[in-house]
């Protein structure tokens, strides 16, 4: 069964909705900021990626709700919203409820509400702890709300693989509706993890970068890259059936075609430096897509996260998962913009990698002008490039080796 995107929708770190986001994304636009609060004066990472402008009544949420519950379930219904308006999805209406899911994660959940508490059980005692507190911290809660806003009874799922929750949310997703069991659902990642807690945690394993100028902090596949830029933010995606999607008349946006999943089986949080387990997952998911390397135009959103071993080791993914062909690839990296968004990037950049090929532009890698000789593909540095794209994959790689890759092709 054929599977089809048909809404979209976004809360970053530029721009909160997806004519912003494409708008900045193909301008290059930074949305990495200093960070200004005198509580993370002594933490080791002075920039990150946050969510601007965001107001919760825009996306109906009711007041008592924005002041209770976590900011990444906040930006996970925000974002659905946005993807289940563009979408015209009506449960009860043109979809069946029993046949309307959600397979929506988190990497981390509620970060700033076990922060709050635990601070609270720490000085006031365990009375002082909110009845909320599970409800409001645990991952899967933001499927739950997005199900529950929906009427979206179908299967409901949580993945939470780190950095590749979206990506795997997304790719199940599609093989859900590809084997039957449902004709929508709605998927995607959330996190809010910019609190002291996580820019200390992430910090002393030496992840972040300690650039302090926001310009030269994101540096993925550049020579001069030491880490990655924590962000926040949530996408979203409305995967349907082709044939349901085909008989109420929606519009289609693109064709999820391919899906790979591995383990690198290698180290808690280092990849497999020679890449073999990458490209496993990127291979699968472009053999199911039909790629051809003689006829297509292949675009690839990568992980480039600026880390060293990330940048190095998805560079010999892409070679071994290409060959011959890995250097007409036109591959990007959209965290030099966003930051890393953990458990939402992967469905932040299926986003991107969609529009990239809905528009045949594909966004920069900004801030890649020194470009690592052993990162050696057409990493698109700089400005965008116009190009004839037949075939998009967003990939995504999470602590744990978790890996996953997503592709998409237009509807003719």
């Known amino acids: 069964m054929r599977v089809v995107v048909t809404g979209m929708g976004i809360i970053s770190p530029i721009g909160n909705d997806i004519r912003t986001y494409w708008k900045n994304l193909v301008g290059g636009v930074c949305g990495i900021t200093k960070i200004e609060d005198p ?3 002594e933490l080791p990472s002075k920039v990150w990626g946050l969510v601007k402008d965001f107001n919760p009544d825009e996306f109906g949420i009711e007041p008592a709700m924005a002041r209770k519950q976590d900011k990444f379930a906040l930006y996970a219904i925000a974002a659905a919203k946005q993807a289940v308006d563009q979408s015209g999805i009506v449960s009860g209406g043109n979809v069946d409820p029993s046949r309307f899911g959600v397979y929506f ?3 981390i959940g509620g970060f700033e509400t076990i922060r709050r508490d635990s601070v609270k059980m720490e000085n006031d005692g365990p009375k002082w702890v909110s009845p909320h507190f599970v409800p409001t911290m645990i991952p899967n809660i933001a499927a739950g ?9 179908g299967p409901c799922f949580s993945i939470s693989t780190a950095c590749a929750t979206g990506t795997h949310c997304i790719g199940e997703a599609y093989r859900a509706i590809k ?3 449902a004709d929508v659902i709605i998927t995607g990642g959330a996190e809010a993890p910019c609190v002291p807690m996580s820019v200390a945690a992430f910090g002393n394993m030496k992840a972040l970068t300690k650039e302090t100028d926001p310009l030269r902090a994101s540096l993925p596949f550049n020579v001069d890259r030491g880490g990655f830029v924590l962000a926040e933010g949530a996408g979203a995606l409305v995967l349907e059936s082709y044939n349901h999607a085909v008989k109420r008349g929606a519009t289609i946006l693109a064709e999820v075609c391919g899906f790979g999943s591995t383990c690198d089986a290698y180290h808690v949080t280092a990849p497999r430096p020679d890449g073999s387990t990458q490209a496993a997952a990127v291979k699968a998911a472009l053999k199911e897509a039909g790629y051809c390397g003689r006829r297509d135009v292949l675009h690839i959103n990568s ?3 600026g880390t060293p071993l990330n940048d190095s080791s998805e560079t010999n993914a892409f070679h071994i998962a290409l060959g011959r062909n890995a250097g007409k690839a036109i591959i990007n990296s959209t965290k030099s913009m966003t930051g890393h968004m953990l458990g939402a990037a992967g469905a932040a950049e299926a986003i991107a990698a969609i529009l990239a090929l809905k528009e045949g532009v594909v966004p920069p890698t900004i801030g890649l002008d020194r470009q ?5 593909l057409n990493y698109t540095p700089l400005k965008a490039v116009k190009a004839p794209l037949t075939i998009a994959v967003s990939d995504s790689l999470g602590f744990g080796g978790h890996n996953s890759c997503v592709a998409f092709r237009k509807v003719e």
């Open 372 to 376: 690592d000789p052993v990162c050696d």
């Open 179 to 181: 084997h039957g069991y």
């Open 303 to 305: 992980h480039g996260t």
């Open 105 to 107: 994660g988190s990497g």
């Open 145 to 153: 709300y997005i199900a529950i806003r929906n009427n979206a009874q």
């Open 39 to 41: 509580l993370y004066d």
